[in-house]
């Protein structure tokens, strides 16, 4: 009996014994992996924050910009070279058509037809935008907005405005900022009268340059639609553009009301603050 005992006693320490190795691998798996988890939670954490520091930089917003104006030149480029060539060569063909009524007919509506690629290749990339003057550039802008449409496009500069301090990038994001502006007018507003009033810092304002963009329409709730990220009124990309210049760009409008658009660059920015959409009521 007592060596039975014996052997039940060595039996059950082998027992402990291989149980007490059992919980010390699993305690150690558990370490491990919770390093493992943390560790792996930490690098995504960095990832994301260095990801939302790229997409706030002004490298990032370049990269989308110039993606975006390359795009826009593609399209241009094959709506000149292809769809317009196409429409004057119909042309062509019509003036041959022997009924009169309807060689007219078919003259005034490829006229158009030619007339409407050109605007739209003219605005998707209009030509040496950042080598002329911004105030002429606007104004072509409102003069072929108004020759599109029944609204009238206007633009007021009380004196000669001074621009020479813009750098072809701002230069050109500003007159992209406009046009945006313009665009969401013409087709959203149902406005019968558009006024642009460019011009410099008057009084104790800072140095720089104002635009200020007031329509007649039916406004709309600027807010909800930036928030939301309803992109037809564009308030997003004009905000990029906005951001990458340091520009200040004010946004104020409610339904019913028509709206007006602020956009202020000025001489000498610091970096706080700017490229925001802020939103004001009427």
Do not use: W
Not at 33 to 39: N, T, V
Not at 176 to 202: C, D, G
């Amino acid at each position: 009996m007592k060596g039975g005992s014996e052997v039940d006693s060595a039996e059950i320490q082998r027992l402990h014994g291989i149980i007490h190795s059992y919980t010390v691998f699993f305690i150690i798996f558990d370490i491990v992996f919770f390093a493992i988890i943390l560790g792996a939670v930490g690098l995504l954490i960095r990832y994301l924050k260095s990801q939302k520091r790229l997409r706030s930089s002004g490298d990032y917003l370049r990269y989308i910009i110039r993606g975006q104006e390359e795009e826009r030149a593609r399209v241009a480029r094959e709506l000149h070279d292809t769809v317009a060539q196409d429409l004057r060569y119909c042309r062509s063909l019509a003036d041959k058509i022997g009924e009169n009524d309807l060689r007219e007919k078919l003259s005034g509506l490829l006229d158009k037809s030619v007339h409407e690629v050109r605007s739209m290749s003219y605005n998707l990339a209009p030509p040496d935008v950042t080598k002329n003057d911004l105030a002429a550039n606007i104004m072509n802008l409102c003069q072929n907005f108004t020759e599109q449409s029944q609204v009238e496009f206007r633009m007021v500069t009380p004196e000669k405005a001074d621009t020479s301090f813009l750098t072809k990038e701002e230069n050109f994001n500003i007159y992209r900022i406009v046009q945006e502006s313009l665009n969401n007018i013409l087709k959203h507003a149902k406005a019968e009268e558009v006024t642009v009033l460019l011009r410099n810092e008057i009084g104790d304002e800072d140095k720089g340059l104002y635009i200020f963009i007031t329509d007649d329409g039916i406004g709309f709730d600027a807010r909800r639609n930036y928030v939301s990220g309803n992109s037809h009124f564009g308030l997003l990309g004009m905000n990029q553009r906005a951001e990458l210049i340091k520009a200040k760009l004010e946004i104020s409008s409610v339904p019913g009301a028509g709206s007006q658009i602020k956009l202020v660059k000025l001489k000498h920015t610091s970096p706080v603050g700017e490229g925001v959409i802020k939103f004001k009521n009427l």
